[in-house]
């Protein structure tokens, strides 16, 4: 089992710099997702950790091994694309046994490799079709036994669920948490779909203009963002960002929104301000409660999902979105009493989005 390191890893295209250093430890036998908006690196980082493209500066690490100098073919991963590109003229079983055959696996091991790579991803009984003959989640699981036929020490894999519908997307994560769980390879997977990286990842590298901006647990990236990209980029609908203004009043941190005067737990912040700080703070959209509180709220606009119904609300000058349960009555235009969970209330420095709590 094999860890996979960047050491200040720098690319530029030319005079563009699209990663201008990147530090990132994975863990054996982790599942990696790195996460961002379109252009934030991700794609490049994963083809230079397959030797697709070579880094600028810096080192990549695969085990024990220094890979930058080394072909794709040479760095022991398989590498799974968002275009399945299977070969449409050979069968199944020939496209999972392909890998083997051009690396020169002896021709007598290879239907036992085949068949154990079938069996893993449920593909026996379609061993004999082709590529045409089978829908789109099975086209990408005979691409994931492609992958994993010849046994990799590390499995790339670039959005390879964007081109399923949304019910085979979800049907798809739930196979590939399981074959993680069953292979316990080191994965590194990359995507833009948060709620892939938030149901799959054990750690999520979220990623911004080529840039780490946090590499934790999905429940500490949601729970605990490490900076103001993080909080808004994180949850759907997303958190409500908005400037305010610290002071401390008899050893209690009291936080001015707009108009909102709203004291805070007294350790809530993990340094005491000196004077007023200028803040940026986040509120997740769960963490407001209606029908109860002090504040007053003007209701804007109500969307229903069924289950649940997200409301967009006026309080001093701050709009807030709410998330409330379905049954929950509200109507555009009337007053009604909110207030905030004050402790899980996100606090950054309004300069340099770093978090504050
Ligand atoms: P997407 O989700 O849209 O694929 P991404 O996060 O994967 O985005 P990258 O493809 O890694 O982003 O691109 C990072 C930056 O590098 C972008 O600004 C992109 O325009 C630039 N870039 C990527 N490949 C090249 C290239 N071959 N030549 C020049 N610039 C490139």
Do not use: W
């Amino acid at each position: 089992m094999v860890t996979v390191t960047f050491d200040k890893v720098r690319k530029a295209f030319g005079e563009a710099v699209a990663i201008p250093s990147l530090d990132l430890a994975i863990t054996s036998g982790e599942f990696v997702s790195l996460l961002g908006p379109s252009g934030c690196g991700k794609t490049t980082t994963l083809r230079m950790l397959a030797g697709l493209e070579q880094p600028t500066a810096g080192e990549i690490m695969i085990g024990e091994r220094t890979v930058n100098n080394l072909a794709p073919s040479e760095r022991d991963i398989a590498m799974v694309f968002q275009s399945y590109a299977l070969y449409p003229h050979m069968s199944v079983r020939e496209n999972i046994a392909y890998p083997l055959k051009k690396r020169g696996v002896p021709k007598a091991d290879r239907p036992a490799m085949v068949q154990a790579a079938a069996d893993l991803l449920q593909l026996g009984p379609l061993l004999d079709r082709k590529p045409r003959q089978l829908s789109g989640g099975q086209q990408q699981r005979v691409a994931l036994g492609r992958a994993l036929v010849r046994e990799p020490k590390v499995f790339l894999l670039d959005e390879p669920l964007s081109n399923l519908d949304a019910k085979l997307r979800a049907h798809m994560r739930a196979e590939l948490i399981e074959l993680h769980r069953r292979l316990g390879k080191t994965m590194v997977y990359v995507t833009h779909d948060q709620l892939e990286a938030m149901t799959m990842s054990t750690r999520i590298a979220v990623m911004q203009g080529g840039e780490l901006q946090q590499f934790a647990t999905p429940a500490e990236i949601y729970h605990r963002p490490a900076n103001t990209f993080v909080a808004g980029f994180i949850g759907t609908p997303s958190m409500t960002l908005a400037d305010g203004e610290i002071t401390m009043d008899q050893g209690r941190p009291v936080l001015k929104l707009g108009t909102l005067p709203l004291e805070l737990p007294a350790n809530h912040l993990s340094e005491r301000p000196e004077g007023t700080r200028r803040v940026t703070v986040a509120v997740r959209p769960e963490d407001i409660l209606i029908g109860t509180g002090s504040f007053r709220a003007n209701v804007r606009l109500v969307e229903p999902t069924g289950h649940e119904s997200i409301v967009l609300v006026n309080a001093g000058d701050v709009g807030f979105t709410v998330r409330v349960a379905g049954d929950t009555v509200l109507k555009a235009g009337e007053t009604i009493p909110l207030d905030l969970r004050r402790e899980r209330i996100h606090v950054f420095d309004r300069e340099s989005g770093r978090r504050l709590n």
